[in-house]
């Protein structure tokens, strides 16, 4: 089954930065976009970069200038290099790819368990 696994998550001060890390494992032919969504508590989850497989990347307004989204092919593999962390930048980070798991099959998109981001003021 194919699986996407977050990992570089954590507590930081504002100011800071984070880089979050998401790889792609298991049946996979190709991958198409990939993106990053959070979550805070109480609020509906939101786009905030995203990343087609052969165009430019896309960011939320609240993120642009201070977040970089890329990807490692070889890796099966997105980045998240978040700077200038802001309090409001605190939430659950969710990896998401749409990803075709053989030849002539359209694609499928998958999700991650999440990882906590927590930005302390």
């Known amino acids: 089954q194919v699986q996407l696994v977050e990992s570089g998550g954590g507590l930081v001060q504002a100011g800071g930065s984070l880089r979050l890390s998401c790889a792609a494992s298991g049946s996979i032919f190709s991958i198409g976009a990939m993106a990053w969504y959070r979550q805070a508590p109480g609020e509906q989850r939101e786009l905030v970069a995203a990343?087609?497989?052969?165009?430019?990347?896309n960011y939320a307004d609240s993120v642009k200038g201070r977040f970089t989204i890329s990807r490692d092919n070889a890796k099966n593999t997105v980045y998240l290099q978040m700077n200038s962390l802001k309090a409001e930048d605190t939430a659950v980070y969710y990896c998401?790819?749409?990803?075709?798991?053989?030849?002539?099959?359209?694609?499928?998109?998958?999700w991650g368990q999440g990882t906590q981001v927590t930005v302390s003021s």
């Open positions: 990343l087609p497989s052969g165009g430019s990347a």
């Open positions: 998401n790819a749409d990803i075709h798991v053989a030849r002539f099959v359209r694609s499928a998109n998958y």
